[in-house]
């Protein structure tokens, strides 16, 4: 909560209002700029397809696989 500077910044009631003034060019204090640059980062990387050798590793790795368990069946 924030507290009048002086008398005249009271209000009349002499209470201070029990909400947080809100200033409009003030930054979110939530707001990190690392994180949403990494943020950014990610969602272009995601975006991209998966290059077509890593596809064929993921196939060999398959095929090895199916391949040790008909072996063990």
């Known amino acids: 909560m924030e507290v009048p500077l002086s008398k005249s910044d009271m209000p009349k009631s002499g209470k201070v209002d029990p909400k947080p003034m809100r200033f409009v060019n003030a930054v979110d204090p939530e707001f990190d700029p690392i994180a949403a640059a990494l ?3 990610h969602d272009g990387i995601a975006q991209e397809p998966v290059p ?3 596809l064929k590793l993921l ?3 398959d095929d090895r696989l199916a391949d040790k368990k008909t072996r063990h069946d």
Do not use: A, I, Y
């Open 39 to 41: 943020r950014q980062m």
């Open 52 to 54: 077509d050798d890593f």
């Open 59 to 61: 196939d060999q790795l």
